[in-house]
């Protein structure tokens, strides 16, 4: 059974940086991109970036390059989201999510971690 | 990048009725389209993905269809699980990976 764990959320002030994880079980990891996607509070879903299989290529939203970083460890079958300068409009709960064989759709989602950006 | 138009935002049905959402998109995305469901407090759920082809395990009342840049996805038969919402995802053109706004299914 595929399963994604995120973790590392919680309340941050501006400005400052948070880097969340998520533990994966289940599937190969190492064979599969791999992705986050967000949900602003009562909002729709916004992917923010994706990683490839070995990690040597990653992608992002406009709005967010420079100043997250995705990564991996296939080693630890870890996915990584490191954020920094957080601002009011990164509040958002953060899914990662396994993209399917072909690098196409996400077939397989984490429960979420919630990040709130506040003084 | 590719825009997802979808309607409406919010629809409301009675028990067995039949419901419909479209989405639209920004240009021909040659049937790459997925349906999620996301219940409140939960993370989406695959649906339906390439337009038409239902996941394991999604009921048979679901079902989509589309070409170009016009997708629609129905539920027949409404059931009181369906009350969720649902986004449409266009992976056409990659990267980004696009959502529709979604849509809120309630009950009448």
Known sequence: EVQLVESGGGLVQPGR??????????????????????????????????ISTGGGNTYYRDSVKGR???SRDNAKN????????LRSEDTATYYCAKVSRDGRWFDYWGQGVMVTVSS | DIQMTQSPPSLSASLGDKVTI????SQNINKYIAWYQQK????????IRYTSTLESGTPSRFSGSGSGRDYSFSISNVESEDIASYYCLQYDNLPPWTFGGGTKLELK
């Open chain 2, 40 to 47: 409140p407090g939960k993370a989406p759920r695959l649906l």
């Open chain 2, 22 to 25: 479209t989405c639209q998109a």
């Open chain 1, 78 to 85: 870890t996915l990584y989201l490191q954020i920094d300068s």
């Open chain 1, 68 to 70: 997250f970083t995705i």
């Open chain 1, 17 to 50: 940086s948070l880097k969340l994880s998520c533990a994966a079980s289940g599937f190969t990891y190492s064979n599969y991109v791999m992705a986050w996607v967000r949900q602003a509070p009562t909002k729709g879903l916004e992917w923010v970036a994706s």
